[in-house]
């Protein structure tokens, strides 16, 4: 069974997430969910895809329950979103020679990551970079293309999930 991402017709930023019989509100992209994903655009990317590895921090939480790979995020951890370097959309190493996103954030949004299988195998220079599935701030703002969850709901379905769950982001019907 799948996790299957919906976004509400009536504003294309917050979507529902449901998993067997989870049913939890989320944070979609500032521009909704788009099938033609682009780097920098803000959208979710419409699409099925593996849930690759779960990272956190260690000096937030204890290492969450789940069956995912796990890792702990270090201060110099980052991913890179510079569309022409050989590592973009991979995780590198602060500070990096062209742009990359710091994964050790101060808004704790990152303090619980889950990797999603977009646009890895292959990488496509502009195809989107480091979208995840993280903790929503509290008043779900919309993020720059990731799925948002409150905390306590994205630990409740990382425990429940089976190691070949994956992802459907969805258009809205």
């Known amino acids: 069974m799948d ?6 017709a009536t504003d294309v930023t917050r979507g529902t997430l449901r998993y067997k019989t989870f049913a939890f509100p989320c944070a979609l992209g ?12 803000g959208a979710t990317p419409v699409g099925r895809y593996a849930l690759k590895r779960v990272l956190y921090r260690s000096d ?13 995020i270090a201060r110099d951890d980052g991913w890179c979103d510079a569309p022409e370097d050989p590592n973009y959309n991979r995780p590198v190493k602060l500070p990096y020679r062209a742009s990359a996103e710091n994964m050790w ?13 977009h646009n890895d195998d292959p990488v496509v220079p502009h195809g989107g970079s480091a979208i995840f599935m993280h903790v929503a701030a509290p008043d779900f703002t919309p993020t720059a293309g990731c799925i948002a969850l409150a905390r306590e709901d994205l630990l409740s379905i990382l425990r429940a999930l089976s190691g070949a769950t994956s992802i459907e982001i969805r258009e809205i019907a």
């Open 105 to 117: 954030r101060e808004d704790a949004l990152y303090d619980l990551v889950v990797v999603l299988g």
């Open 3 to 8: 996790i299957v991402v919906t976004p509400i």
């Open 30 to 41: 500032r521009t909704g969910v788009r099938v033609d994903k682009h780097e920098g655009d």
């Open 60 to 72: 937030k939480l204890m290492p969450p329950a789940t069956k995912l790979p796990i890792s702990s």
